[in-house]
């Protein structure tokens, strides 16, 4: 039973932009915050972004300012609107409730290089 599916990631230069999506099953994009989370190689995951219900966020320092995250609940999707990408936000990305996480999606890989 898939709940959490991501999509969006891949490649992209520094300074450039990508729109990550998180379709979420209608039991938990009605009833949870939602929020994007990270993982770079050899780090623990972190959180980059969260969203209530009522669509208040919250942001980690590092990407005030360069991401956005938004929900649009007649599709149960979350977005991640990222630009002015660094190479250290090279990552896996996942999405999931917030803050008390259920099961991992698949997440979805952005690499930033030139």
């Known amino acids: 039973q898939v709940q959490l599916v991501e999509s969006g990631g891949g490649l992209v230069q520094p300074g450039g932009s990508l729109r990550l999506s998180c379709a979420a099953s209608?039991?938990?994009?009605?009833?949870?915050?939602m929020a994007w989370y990270r993982q770079a190689p050899g780090k623990q995951r972190e959180l980059v972004a969260g969203?209530?219900?009522?669509?208040?966020?919250k942001y980690a320092d590092s990407v005030k300012g360069r991401f956005t995250i938004s929900r649009d609940n007649a599709k149960n999707t979350v977005y991640l609107q990222m630009n002015s990408l660094r190479p250290e936000d090279t990552a896996v990305y996942y999405c999931?409730?917030?803050?008390?996480?259920?099961?991992w999606g698949q997440g979805t890989q952005v690499t930033v290089s030139s």
């Open positions: 209608l039991s938990i994009f009605s009833n949870y915050a």
């Open positions: 999931n409730k917030w803050p008390n996480v259920g099961d």
């Open positions: 969203i209530t219900r009522s669509s208040s966020t």
